[in-house]
């Protein structure tokens, strides 16, 4: 068994990578026929709905709870709000793979909407995984989806994404938890309206965040790049490598822990912060607008912003970080604000 097992695969992943090949050298079907179908949810306590999207396009219009989720991966996903009380989804599909179309409602709790490649083909051994959607699904750019949510205030958001593209505008809830696998990943949101969670946790790719003002933060990064602007409230951040750059809309708060890679944290004039190093074989470069201060080689230091009235610790192994003033007095402005520092003696 185990020995016909071990020619078995081997020849299934050969055959496979042929078929790739020849799709490369002798092209693909293109999808010339799109048709179209749709569905709407029946309004009663509870309602689901599955279909799997091929070589047309799909609509649906679902009501709209106080708990939102998206799942979507391997499309490319636009969601933006307009001024309607139910939530509609469009998904066109022209690749040459199928996509999954789940909505789950769960009486007016909750709003579940999947978006996903239908995969008939898919085994994983040890650390190995292989998809035949990796090898012949198509672009996620031929995938696309629109989703419309209504100008309301959620209690809860939840969004994941395993891979594509996703703009993501007009979603305001108090909590909020996304997960990003990999690929490109905007988010924005009015931050004239505070949130009292923001739970971001990613693997790789891209990610940009603006309007994040909330009470809490909780950031989780393995590799990639994140930006985050308008950033408020107290918050942890962990990352494995990388680079992360944040924009403080008030005074920082919180712990950043770091094995390698990039941070650079940007903070208003009237930040009241006192950060507190603790540095492996990394480095930490301060600027106050008038001067510039490095720290590293091994010790814990501080630098202090203003009164000190709330702390920020930072624990690095290596990498770099960088704190500085934004730009958002005139230029030349400078306020005096850095109380105190300790000088790192061992700085070059």
């Known amino acids: 068994m185990k020995k016909a097992l071990a020619t078995f695969l081997p020849l299934c992943i050969i055959g496979f990578v042929g078929f790739w090949i020849s799709t490369m050298f002798l092209g693909t079907v293109n999808v010339t026929d799109i048709g179209s179908s749709s569905a709407k949810d029946n309004g009663e306590d509870s309602w689901s709905y599955s279909r799997t999207v091929k070589s047309e396009t799909f609509t649906a219009e679902v009501a709209s709870n106080p708990d939102i989720e998206l799942n979507i991966a391997d499309v490319n996903a636009v969601v933006e709000p307009y001024d309607g009380v139910n939530i509609l989804v469009e998904v066109k599909n022209t690749s040459n793979s199928a996509l999954k179309v789940s909505?789950?409602?769960?009486?007016?709790?909750?709003?579940?909407?999947?978006?996903?490649?239908?995969?008939?083909?898919?085994?994983?051994?040890?650390?190995?995984?292989?998809?035949?959607?990796?090898?012949?699904?198509?672009?996620?750019?031929?995938?696309?989806?629109?989703?419309?949510?209504?100008?309301?205030?959620?209690?809860?958001?939840?969004?994941?994404?395993?891979?594509?593209?996703?703009?993501?505008?007009?979603?305001?809830?108090?909590?909020?938890?996304?997960?990003?696998?990999?690929?490109?990943?905007?988010?924005?949101?009015?931050?004239?309206?505070?949130?009292?969670?923001?739970?971001?946790?990613?693997?790789?790719?891209?990610?940009?965040?603006?309007?994040?003002?909330?009470?809490?933060?909780?950031?989780?990064?393995?590799?990639?790049?994140?930006?985050?602007?308008?950033?408020?409230?107290?918050?942890?951040?962990?990352?494995?490598?990388?680079?992360?750059?944040?924009?403080?809309?008030?005074?920082?708060?919180?712990?950043?822990?770091?094995?390698?890679?990039?941070?650079?944290?940007?903070?208003?004039?009237?930040?009241?912060?006192?950060?507190?190093?603790?540095?492996?074989?990394?480095?930490?470069?301060?600027?106050?607008?008038?001067?510039?201060?490095?720290?590293?080689?091994?010790?814990?230091?501080?630098y202090t912003f203003g009164t000190g009235s709330e702390e920020f610790e930072i624990n690095l192994g290596s990498g770099k970080v960088d704190i500085g003033l934004n730009s958002l007095q005139p230029a030349g402005y400078y306020s005096g604000i850095v109380v105190s520092y300790t000088p790192d003696q061992d700085a070059n």
């Not at 990352?239 to 924009?247: D, H, K, L, P, T």
């Not at 919180?254 to 890679?261: E, T």
């Open 103 to 302: 909505l789950d409602r769960k009486g007016d709790k909750s709003t579940k909407i999947t978006i996903k490649n239908d995969t008939f083909f898919n085994f994983g051994f040890g650390l190995f995984n292989f998809n035949v959607d990796w090898i012949f699904g198509g672009n996620s750019s031929q995938k696309d989806v629109l989703i419309k949510v209504p100008r309301v205030s959620f209690d809860s958001a939840k969004i994941s994404q395993g891979s594509g593209k996703s703009n993501i505008s007009g979603i305001t809830a108090l909590k909020n938890d996304i997960d990003i696998g990999s690929g490109e990943f905007i988010f924005s949101r009015d931050k004239s309206v505070a949130a009292k969670e923001f739970e971001i946790d990613m693997g790789s790719g891209n990610a940009t965040f603006s309007g994040m003002t909330t009470e809490k933060y909780d950031i989780d990064l393995g590799s990639g790049s994140i930006t985050l602007s308008d950033l408020t409230g107290t918050g942890d951040i962990d990352i494995g490598s990388g680079n992360a750059y944040f924009n403080f809309l008030d005074t920082p708060k919180g712990r950043l822990d770091m094995g390698s890679g990039y941070v650079n944290f940007t903070v208003p004039h009237s930040a009241n912060t006192k950060f507190n190093f603790s540095i492996g074989s990394g480095s930490i470069v301060v600027n106050n607008g008038t001067s510039e201060e490095k720290f590293g080689h091994h010790g814990d230091k501080s």
